[in-house]
């Protein structure tokens, strides 16, 4: 009797009803047990910390409470941590036994329990800690008048050890804010390697004090210092990120070989008339930056001496500023024909006895072992490095599938039993802009796999890749976000949690929490329609981004040459996102009228027909003083007429010439309109037959 | 006939109407003749640039096309300037005959001429050719299909040479990527002097490679490098923007004080009961960094020879990251407590023969002359420093007014009399949250003045202030935009441009136009009305946040306690800004429904009042799922409330009780509320009366 009034008096009628499928929590925990109690929040709120943690747990905590005032206004009193143990009366007890470690296999686990009226957080190390705040935040809850954390019990720890984020600052430059704010983003999800691109054919973004020509000639003064770089690891390290930078070679070398063409492979015919041409081909070529995107032949000379020697001063120089234990050399897409013409590197293979360009290759990158060893880091490269000879230390990032035309993901497998470590990406290039399932279904260890327990230990885990040929501080967290916290999800949770509606749902709730940490999907979608609206309203351009979606794969910026690197997104495909939130919500309702025509249900869809047919006029009217709006406006007649008829069908029960109905349906599927495709195609589709 | 024609093919049509008053170019122009003609943009559009311009030109017209891009979806072909006359056909020629200084007294006047097929731009140096820049990007118009420029021919020169905007960085820190956005929106403007709070009681936010204890103790981790400080000034410097670094001593000396207590002026009685504790007041006093607003007594000892040997070796290393010629050492609220209750100073006095403390902070400021001499700086502060021995050659920042109890910046026409140059802030308190027609009227040199050219000229301009007591990255932009446009007007275009309702005009246009340079005051209003709506529909919110204002002058955070320096600013009160867009509109309804009660004006009053009284419903539906919603809701009632009455009484003649009437008008004057007042009280009064 006694128990059950402690219950009714610790906010059981506030919490009566939440379940744990109401938790907007992502990654989902482990293990979750929700009780029937709250625990309410006040200005007094404190945390103290005991135990023997790395101090990143006191900027986490600080952080940790300036979030929650954010969110509850509710301004705590207290301020920065900056010691253990100086709150001991505090509600929320923190304890970490350890000085957590920043890489590969180290204790991420927690313990969270929530009580009615205290919080105790136990971890191994603090970097477990960290992912318990997040769960915590992620808890709040709040019952119109004031905000609790309803009482639980979760026991939590990740399935694999990588969990990445490569963000590609090569194509187009991202300032240190736009890192900062996705370094929380990521901690926020729980991930815990950022992927550093930092070198291409159309950029060289670190500053190296013994090459200064590097950046000088090869950055357009885009580039990050020494001390920025400092800056950014710290920043990581303090939110439990491991950073692992990636210098590109020896393909993708336009960059490099702009600053030293003396190492480019390259030949020059210095003349090509004379019959002793054969002996003059050691001219050196000129390069300049890339401004398009696609792949390029500039590769370094694997034969030419000078080249290590660089490599080894550029490995000397960046690696001491990562203290990770991991460096990526890139080694992709080296299609090798500058070696094929280069008769010097014709005769290097041979005195060496390199087959081909493979064997090459892998003996360039061989030298560069030793380099990266010296100073204590594993090589890590794209998949194909993984050739013949090629050390089992190195770590292989498996990025190839079906549009690469192999199998999805088989260099992972072929990694992993020919004893390499190895991370998936494929099926995370989270720029190719798919849909959030897609990305959320791809396992790097499906329940099918016929792995030995060795092999799938080798499976380090996977990582989303942000490429940036189509993407500035503008527009990069709306392709990034909120579709790497799904993947985040795959890389943490249990293989079985896999329900997409679930996931959906949660999305939502986490999309908008990304906000707290300066995330600006949402916000700068609004800033770009603004834009092209010219300053009026907004709201049909919105509705109209809300069931078109960017053209996906490859199919954007054709041919590589329709923008530049120095473009700027701000056009209608760059408001637009994949998983168009009003297309999906219109194929729920399409589904349920198509097995119920039941008068609810065609108000559900005639309510966006009739919406549609609203904002095609609205589109209209804006383009008077709004050229941007032109291009939108055939895709957006296209839908109105189809609605339109569509209209007369359901409403009116008119039978409509199908013919006509078939064509108007085409021409909502055109994909030559301002960059975008619109997503209800196939709904209306499905309403059509 | 000819003549004719070629006018009638340069696109007469699309510019038939327009007239100069629909040009939203701010600072207005000091001559400007607008023709009947357009330039039309295309792919092709290109730059080149001759003279002898100095190289930030080469960064101003590349940031000038990526603007332009951003803009018109152009995405012309020009990518990175990188020297002179490198496309001699361009349309755009831009003539600078000399390398501009940035400083005060250079040449900024520019003379722009755009023809139908050609745009030309002469200046004397590199100064005036971005401020024409400027001027070209705000007078983009659209026909609704295309983009031009109306054919025109300006000539331009700033009225006063010192138009600058302050930003205290020391209350809340501000980081590198906030400067950088308003030091954009500065140049946008033709502002030009950029002056950098750095120090305060509340944190030392610059980094002392001799002195690290200043930073490791006073800053909270929070403060900008040198490299970071050599970055921005090196931003600023593209933009044609003067950097003045300001270290506040005496007063305001509580972070100073918490690294080296040694030199502070507070006496600590180590043995106060015994006859000798005259003997014994030299113990050390400890501070500790300061977590409220206010005036505190912490400040430095004048008498200790330390205090000089530590201040000259912070300007020795403070000096050389800033090139410019000015260096601000503060000098303000420096109450002299501290001072009159140690012993040990009043002897000081005495025996150097000063009368009081104002003697006395002139010795002290004398001292630091010759340290900034040293560095070829001219020592500036802000009034308190001009006592009748101060040096000429001080610049003297006149900021007391009305508020302080004397006349609106009196000590800038004193200080101009004296013989001093001087900056006007007083009247240019934005952080104030007054309105901007009074921030407008606001003149350095009012008509009506008394002085002599040799006195005019000493007023060298003014500068408005962005104190941080109440901002955080996140609404820090809405507090400084859009008002501190109308400044720099005031600042730079003739003394008779002085119509506010132009300005009001014109102020919407260049509002919308600081987003393109990552102005975040539009953008984050949504983020936070999404936070204290709870990821639900903001529209009511967004509709209160149009009829209220935030507390104004220092009626915000009473006592200076209520809020802390960490603490975030999330608020309603911190979505709403002066000059509440629907009060403004509400009060010109108003106004004409008073003077003439035709149907049509009664429809554009009621429309209002039956706005917000859906608008209330709306806010306490929302309110069940969002706390924070609450707060707000006794405002929204009352105006809810008075909106039905007076719908009553105008739309069904129903006389009403004026008792209850005054009494629900002056619940809608309470300023109890959410830190916000509604500005439409005086409008609903009006309709009362």
């Known amino acids: ?115 009615s009226n205290k919080i105790i957080i136990n971890a191994t190390s603090d970097l477990g800690a960290l992912h318990a705040l997040e769960t915590v935040l992620q808890l709040l809850q709040n019952n119109g008048t004031s905000f609790y954390f309803p009482t639980v019990m979760i026991t939590d720890f990740p399935r694999f050890t990588w969990r990445g984020l490569m963000i590609d600052v090569a194509r187009h430059f991202q300032p240190i804010d736009v890192i900062k704010r996705n370094l929380d983003a990521m901690a926020a999800v729980k991930m815990n390697v950022f992927h550093w691109h930092l070198v291409d054919d159309q950029g060289w973004r670190i500053e190296l004090k013994k090459h200064p020509k590097l950046t000088e000639l090869a950055s357009d003064g885009n580039y990050y210092t020494q001390e920025e770089i ?24 336009t960059a490099m070989l702009t600053a030293y063409p003396e190492i480019g492979s390259k030949t020059v015919n210095l003349n090509s008339n004379s019959i002793e041409s054969k002996t003059q081909v050691s001219g050196i070529t000129s390069y300049s930056l890339e401004r398009n995107a696609g792949i390029f032949t500039p590769t370094l000379d694997p034969s030419n001496p000078k080249t290590y020697q660089l490599l080894s001063e550029i490995f000397d120089e960046v690696c001491p500023l990562f203290p990770g234990s991991y460096f990526h050399i890139g080694g992709d897409e080296n299609e090798g024909k500058d070696w094929d013409s ?32 010296k100073h204590h880091k594993e090589l890590m490269g794209w998949e194909e490095i993984m050739t013949k000879n090629m050390s089992k230390d190195a770590i292989i990032h498996s990025w190839k599938g079906v549009n690469e035309g192999v199998l999805s993901g088989s260099s992972l497998i072929n990694a992993a039993k020919n004893g390499y470590k190895t991370v998936l990406s494929n099926g995370y290039y989270i720029d190719l ?46 392709r990034i976000w909120p579709r790497a916290a799904a993947i985040a999800e795959r890389l943490w949770s249990d293989e079985n949690i896999t329900d997409i509606n679930s996931l959906r749902k949660r999305l939502k709730g986490i999309s908008f929490r990304l906000e707290e940490l300066g995330i600006t999907h ?59 939130s009003d297309a999906l919500a219109f194929d729920a309702v399409v589904s349920l009228y198509l097995e ?49 008829q569509l209209l007369l069908s359901i409403e009116k029960k008119q039978s409509l010439n199908s013919v006509v109905l078939n064509d108007l349906l085409e021409q909502c599927n055109s994909k030559n309109h301002a960059d975008v495709e619109l997503a209800v195609y196939n709904s209306l589709k499905k309403l059509i037959k």
Chains 1, 2 share one sequence.
């Open 522 to 580: 949402i916000r700068n979608k609004e800033v770009i329609l603004r834009n092209i609206s010219n300053n009026q309203k907004t709201e049909a351009l919105n509705d109209f981004s809300n069931v078109c979606e960017p053209l996906k794969i490859y199919s954007r910026n054709s041919g590589g040459t329709e923008y530049q690197m120095y473009s700027p997104f701000t056009l209608f495909a760059d408001a637009c996102a994949p998983d168009a």
């Open 1 to 115: 009797m006694k128990y059950i009034l402690i219950l009714l008096f610790t906010g059981i009628v506030a919490n009566a009803q939440l379940k744990t499928t109401s938790l907007d929590l992502m990654p989902w925990p482990q293990n979750i047990n929700l009780t029937q109690g709250t625990f309410a929040l006040s200005k007094n709120f404190k945390v103290n910390i005991t135990g023997n943690p790395n101090p990143r747990i006191f900027v986490g905590a600080t952080n940790f409470l300036r979030r929650l005032d954010n969110k509850t206004g509710l301004f705590f009193e207290q301020g920065f941590f900056i010691k253990k143990n100086e709150a001991p009366e505090a509600q929320v007890q923190i304890n970490c036994v350890k000085n957590g470690k920043i890489g590969l296999y180290e204790d991420e686990s927690y313990q969270l329990e929530i009580q």
């Open 433 to 478: 802009m798919q849909g959030v399932a897609d990305h959320y279904s791809n396992d790097p260890l499906p329940k099918n796999n016929m792995l030995t327990d060795a092999e799938k230990a080798r499976i380090l885990g996977g990582e989303a890749t942000m490429w940036s040929e189509l993407v500035t501080p503008l527009n990069i967290d709306s």
């Open 230 to 253: 400092k800056n950014i690891v710290k920043y990581a390290d303090d939110r439990g990120i491991l950073v692992v930078p990636e210098i590109d070679v020896p393909g993708h070398g």
């Open 342 to 373: 280069n008769p010097k590197i014709q005769e290097f293979k041979k005195k060496n006895k390199l087959a081909n360009n493979h064997e090459l290759q892998t003996y360039f990158t061989m030298q560069l072992v030793p380099m990266l060893k």
């Open 596 to 644: 119920n025509k039941s008068l609810e249900n065609q108000v559900s869809v005639t309510h966006f027909l009739k919406k549609w047919m609203d904002m095609n006029t609205k589109l209209i009217d804006l383009s008077t003083n709004a050229p941007l709006v032109q291009p939108l406006l055939p895709l957006s007649k296209s839908l109105s007429a189809i609605s339109e």
